[in-house]
């Protein structure tokens, strides 16, 4: 910050474009800092839905962490909480079902927003079953998922 007393302050900000330093940092060996509980937590396999969610939330002002798969989201909700779940339903490695059986109970009033392709009405009224706030079928708008998030979020924060 340069400041000349009573003529002009000059104060930079620098930001990163992408979460490409923070991938770095941790590559180096720093940890990586917990999320904060303000965290959206984005769960899929295909990395370009992964991208495009987090882009989009983070736009939004939701800031937020991907995994991709089951498995890995396990690890990052061991670590801190999170506002909020974008989970996929079918995965490699552990499956979106999987994970909401395991964390069922375990991340407080956490809600989780399930995405899916494929699939059926078995797999979706399971997802009910084990907590999740809402279903949503892929390929979707991102206006309308963002606008649900934003429902699911006020209704998590007006429960006691």
Not at 33 to 49: K, Q, Y
Not at 85 to 101: A, E, F, K, N, W
Not at 140 to 160: G, H
Request: glycine share 6%; charged share 30%; net charge negative.
């Amino acid at each position: 910050m340069d400041s000349e007393e009573g003529r002009w302050t000059e104060v930079r900000v620098v930001l990163p474009l992408d979460s490409l330093a923070a991938k770095d940092e941790a590559a180096n060996g720093r940890p990586s800092p917990a999320p904060s509980a303000r965290t959206v937590l984005v769960v899929d396999d295909e990395e370009h839905i992964r991208e495009i969610l987090r882009e989009s939330l983070e736009a939004a002002g939701y800031p937020a962490e991907t995994a991709a798969d089951g498995q890995e989201a396990l690890r990052r909700l061991a670590k801190g909480r999170y506002r909020l779940m974008l989970l996929d339903i079918r995965m490699p490695s552990r499956s979106g079902l999987s994970l909401l059986s395991a964390i069922r109970g375990k991340v407080g009033r956490m809600p989780v927003i399930v995405l899916t392709g494929m699939a059926g009405p078995e797999e979706l009224a399971e997802a009910k079953s084990l907590g999740a706030a809402r279903c949503v079928r892929k390929p979707f708008q991102i206006e309308s998922l963002l606008s649900l998030v934003r429902e699911v979020l006020a209704e998590a924060e007006a429960t006691p």
